[in-house]
């Protein structure tokens, strides 16, 4: 009997097959969807003409070599971000000891996009603005606003509260001091 014949009288199909499917279905989460991060991307190698990171094999980097080859012109995520103002992650501060280190903590809150944006390029300050008592910082990313949020706390202590969005595209970080 040949090989292939083998095979399918072998095949059965058992109710327990499908019982392991619909439960392997439940134990695995889809990965998040992030319309920032999936659309636009380039086959090849690409250049943002806003801030100069390059794409190459599959990741931004930031004004690395592009490979051979020819380079599109292809805005990245992080400037799409900007450009729409729509954080990814967000600080809030709060408390009195905002008003008399206010200064500090911007410095703060810049130093973090720094450090961060040697190892993750499109992590990136939206806007840092204060209005009724308190800071906010919108981040192209989440892991700039964790970032700032471990900072402050180990900087200045206060309490720091962290909360993720069911999709995880999305981090609200909360520092308060008084």
């Given at each position: 009997?040949?090989?292939?014949?083998?095979?399918?009288?072998?095949?059965?199909?058992?109710?327990?097959?499908?019982?392991?499917?619909?439960?392997?279905?439940?134990?695995?989460?889809?990965?998040?969807?992030?319309?920032?991060?999936?659309?636009?991307?380039?086959?090849?190698?690409?250049?943002?003409?806003?801030?100069?990171?390059?794409?190459?094999?599959?990741?931004?980097?930031?004004?690395?070599?592009?490979?051979?080859?020819?380079?599109?012109?292809?805005?990245?995520?992080?400037?799409?971000?900007?450009?729409?103002?729509?954080?990814?992650?967000?600080?809030?501060?709060?408390?009195?000891?905002?008003?008399?280190?206010?200064?500090?903590?911007?410095?703060?809150?810049?130093?973090?996009?720094?450090?961060?944006?040697?190892?993750?390029?499109?992590?990136?300050?939206?806007?840092?603005?204060?209005?009724?008592d308190e800071l906010l910082a919108t981040t192209t990313g989440t892991h700039l606003a964790n970032r700032i949020g471990h900072d402050l706390e180990a900087a200045y202590d206060g309490t720091c509260s962290y909360r993720y969005s069911d999709s995880e595209v999305y981090l609200s970080v909360d520092w308060h001091r008084d």
């Open positions: 009997m040949p090989r292939a014949a083998i095979l399918t009288t072998c095949k059965v199909s058992t109710p327990m097959d499908k019982y392991q499917k619909s439960r392997k279905d439940k134990l695995f989460k889809s990965h998040p969807f992030d319309p920032y991060a999936t659309p636009l991307r380039p086959g090849g190698s690409a250049r943002c003409p806003q801030c100069g990171a390059a794409y190459h094999e599959g990741e931004w980097h930031l004004h690395g070599p592009v490979g051979p080859g020819p380079v599109d012109a292809t805005v990245c995520p992080a400037c799409r971000r900007i450009e729409d103002r729509a954080a990814a992650g967000q600080v809030r501060i709060s408390g009195r000891f905002l008003a008399t280190h206010e200064q500090e903590i911007r410095q703060l809150i810049h130093h973090a996009e720094q450090q961060e944006r040697q190892t993750h390029v499109l992590e990136r300050l939206i806007a840092v603005d204060c209005k009724d």
